[in-house]
C-alpha cells in the first residue's frame, strides 16, 4: 500500500473555468472516453455512483409539459428527473452503451446517437435544451450554434455541473488521486458563443453519502481512468484505499459525506 511520502503535497485549487485542453483532438479523445470504447459494465457503475441532480436544477428547464433536448445525457441521471417532472424529452448521446443504459432507466425517454455538435435533429423542435456534465466537452460556437438552431422562439437552455467541491481540502486531495478533472473554481462562468447568452444562473451545495468502496466506484467513472492501463488504474485504486483507509481512517462500510457544488446558468438565443 502506498505510503504518505508518495503523496507530495497538493497543488493549490485550480483557478480555471473549464478544463484545459491543447485543442480539439485533446478534447475529443477525452470525451472519447465515454463513447463506444465504454462497456456495460462501466455504464452501469457510471449510473449507480454519479450523483443526481438538485430538483431546483430540473425547474430550471421550465414548467412542465415541455419538449425537452437533453444533450450528452449519459446514462439518463437528469433525463430520467425531467421526465418525472412531467416533461417530453428526447435524449442525444454519441456512446452506444450510454444510451442502451438510458434505455433501461428511463424507457419513456426517446433516444438520438448523436453529438452536441450535430443533432440531425428539426430546427425549432424544442422548447428548453439541458445539457448536464458535458459542455465542457463540446465545441463551444459550434454546439451554441446548434443549440440555438434546434430552440423555439423564447427557448431555453440549461447548462449544469455537479462539481466536488474541492474548497475542503480533503476532496481536494482526493480528486487529485482519482484525477477526477474537478477544476472549475467556485463562481466560474461557462463560455458560450452567439447567438447564446446567459440571462441567468442557480449555485447549491449539497452532499452524496458513499462508502469508501463506492467513492472509488466513482473513480472508475472518471474519463482519466476510462482511457487508462490497467497498471495506471491500479495504481489510482491503492492510492485511493490508502488514502481513505490508511490515511483518513474510514471503515469500509463507514458512510462519508461527499460535499458537491451544483452550477447552473439558464442561457437564451433571444
Known sequence: MPGPNEHPPVPPTSRAAMPAFRNGVHRAAGAGAFGDSLSDGDAATYDDVRPEYPPQVVELAGAAP???LDVGAGTGKLTAALVAAGH?????????????????????????????EA??????????????????????PAASAEFARLLRPGGRVVLTWNTLDVRVPWVHRLTRIMHAGDVQKPGFIPDVAAPLHIVDELRTEWEQPLTPGRIIELARTRSYWLRSSPATREKVEANLRWYLHDHLGFAPGDLVSLPYRSDSFVVSAD
Do not use: K, Y
Open 88 to 116: 417530453r424529452v428526447t435524449a442525444v448521446d454519441p456512446g452506444a452503451e450510454m444510451l442502451a443504459a438510458l434505455a433501461r432507466v428511463c424507457p419513456s425517454a426517446a433516444r438520438v446517437r448523436a453529438t452536441a
Open 119 to 140: 443533432t440531425g435533429l428539426a430546427d425549432g423542435s424544442f422548447d428548453a435544451i439541458t445539457c448536464a456534465q458535458t459542455w465542457h466537452w463540446v465545441d463551444v
Open 66 to 68: 415541455l419538449n425537452v
